[in-house]
């Protein structure tokens, strides 16, 4: 996902720490040990850690640009792996996926993979966090050159980012993301997919891993879901194997 350092660290200046990064922040300190799956370039960790957190803190990605930036903080263990290579066997109370890391599983089989590695990672009634984009909204529509983003980099280059849908198949938005110049020459572009699942795929591919839902919310003050809800929250309980 992050091509070097330079796309690392503008991440983290385009997706500044937000109320869905309290939200989770507020679980992470409640637990005493954590997987952060897809932690990107670790900031929840390290705000958690800052926010006097004492016990073991895992951040998984198997991106190492990110993971470079992450390891900035050597009082966390950084794991560069996918989710579905994870091994670890009931070693954590909470496993979390923040900023819409369910929707990097794309295809089924990986989908299936990293939830089913990410529950045997969790101790049985540990719980899993997540969100994820609201289909019924198709955010995607405004992912468009008509809605740039005016940045100003770690270097102090002044960058506009443009979004560009390419195409909609079944659940599957890809799209591109373009770092350009103010007057619009391209530095580079990058390509990613998203899978878009509603509430009752989510709740069935969540089901078969081996998760119950126990609450959704459809914001991050723990609002309710509803079919206009931007995001669908999501906290599930690891169920008991074979129960
Ligand atoms: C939108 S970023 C979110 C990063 C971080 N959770 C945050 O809140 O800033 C999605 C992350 O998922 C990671 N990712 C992509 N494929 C993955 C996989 N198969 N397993 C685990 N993480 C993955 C990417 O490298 C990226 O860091």
Redesign the pocket.
């Known amino acids: ?2 091509a070097d350092d330079d796309a690392a660290a503008l ?1 983290d200046l385009l ?1 500044p720490w937000d109320a869905s ?1 309290d939200f989770y922040l507020s679980y992470v300190l409640a637990a005493s040990s954590v997987l ?6 670790g ?2 960790l390290h705000r958690a850690r800052e926010a006097g957190h004492g016990g073991r803190l895992v951040g ?4 190492p640009a ?1 993971l470079a930036r992450a390891r900035r903080r050597a009082d966390v263990e950084w794991v560069e792996r ?3 290579g994870m091994t670890w066997e009931g070693e954590f109370d909470l496993a979390v ?5 369910f929707q ?2 794309v295809a089924d089989e ?1 989908l299936r993979a ?1 939830l089913a590695a990410t529950r045997a990672a969790i101790v049985p009634g540990g719980r899993l966090v997540l969100g994820t984009r609201n289909p019924r909204v198709r955010a995607w529509e405004g992912w468009n050159p008509a809605n740039p983003i005016d940045v100003v980099d770690h270097q102090g280059r002044e960058l506009r980012v443009l979004y560009q849908v390419e195409s909609v198949a079944g659940d599957v938005v890809t799209f591109t993301e373009t770092t350009a110049t103010r007057d619009g020459r391209p530095l580079r572009v990058d390509r990613a997919s998203l899978r878009f699942l509603d509430v009752h795929e989510i709740d069935t591919v969540l089901g078969g891993a081996g998760f119950e839902v126990e609450t959704r919310y459809g914001d991050w003050s723990r609002g309710p879901l509803t079919t206009g809800s931007d995001n669908i929250v999501v906290v599930a309980a690891a169920k008991e194997p074979h129960a």
């Open positions: 996902m992050y991440y997706n990064d952060d799956v897809g932690c990107g370039t900031r929840l998984l990605d198997p991106d990110a996918t989710a579905a996926m923040a900023s819409n890391v990097v599983f990986e990293s």
